[in-house]
Each structure stands twice: as structure tokens, then as C-alpha cells.
């Protein structure tokens, strides 16, 4: 990562949204897979690249959440890509635990549709009871 730290004009050039949010995709920096997708506020993004980890917006908390603050599973940033229009971030990242769904698989993206039927295709690596002190719905 290059250091963006001294000048922000950088940000200036994403456009958000009218809630002031960016979509963001993780993906994983050695496989490509597709690991989740989240939001973004400006003050996420700037954190993201200048703590070199994935920093993101809960609209559901409405607060700044730091991935893997509960689970461990930090996504360590290895590059940030912006979109030709300018209003989609994908974070490559190396995912720490190899987890980067709340439902302990790998990513967030597990399910397939299989006729007209969402079947489940990817493993839990972890009981989400183990690796989080509350239970996520």
C-alpha cells in the first residue's frame, strides 16, 4: 500500500451516494473470490488505506466497524480499486482465518441456485457460537 495518509484528494474523486456511502467488495487477494460485499462512509475508506485493514460503515449500527474486531478474522489490505464510474471500491485483501462470513464459511457468497432452489455449497469452517461472544442472526 502507498502511503494516503498526507493527502486526502484522493476521495474526492469516489462518488457517494446520497446517504454518503460506497458500495464495498472484499475479495480475496490470492483466490479472487468474492468474500463479501459492505459500505463504505468516506471516513471508512480513508481508515482502510491508512491502517492498511478493512474498515467499513454498519448502516445497522450506524457505526464505524472494523472487520474482525469480535471474530479475529482482520482483512489485511493489499490494494484499493475504484470503478470506471467511480461509485463501486473493491478491497483486495488477505483474509485472516480464512473466514469471512458471521456464519463461519469463507465468504458470504454460499449459497447457489440450483433449479429454483437456494442450496447451501460452502462448509461452516467454524461454529459462529465459537468465534463470536453474542450470536449473530
Not at 447457489?112 to 467454524?126: F, H, M, S, Y
Request: net charge negative.
Amino acid at each position: 500500500m502507498t502511503d494516503k495518509t498526507e493527502s486526502t484528494d484522493w476521495l474526492d474523486t469516489v462518488k457517494w451516494g446520497p446517504d454518503g456511502l460506497i458500495p464495498a467488495i472484499a475479495q480475496d487477494i490470492h483466490t479472487q473470490r468474492v468474500l463479501m460485499v459492505a459500505w463504505m462512509n468516506r471516513e471508512a475508506l480513508q481508515l482502510t488505506a491508512s491502517e492498511g485493514r478493512g474498515i467499513y460503515w454498519s448502516r445497522s449500527r450506524q457505526k464505524l466497524w472494523r472487520k474482525g474486531e469480535e471474530s479475529g478474522h482482520v482483512q489485511v489490505l493489499h490494494e484499493l480499486r475504484l470503478d470506471c464510474d467511480a461509485d463501486v471500491i473493491i478491497l483486495m485483501v488477505e483474509q485472516i482465518g480464512g473466514m469471512a462470513c458471521h456464519t463461519g464459511r469463507e465468504s458470504c457468497f454460499y449459497r447457489v441456485l440450483r433449479g429454483n432452489e437456494w442450496q447451501i455449497a460452502d462448509p461452516v469452517l467454524k461454529d459462529p457460537d465459537e468465534i463470536y461472544e453474542h450470536k449473530h442472526e
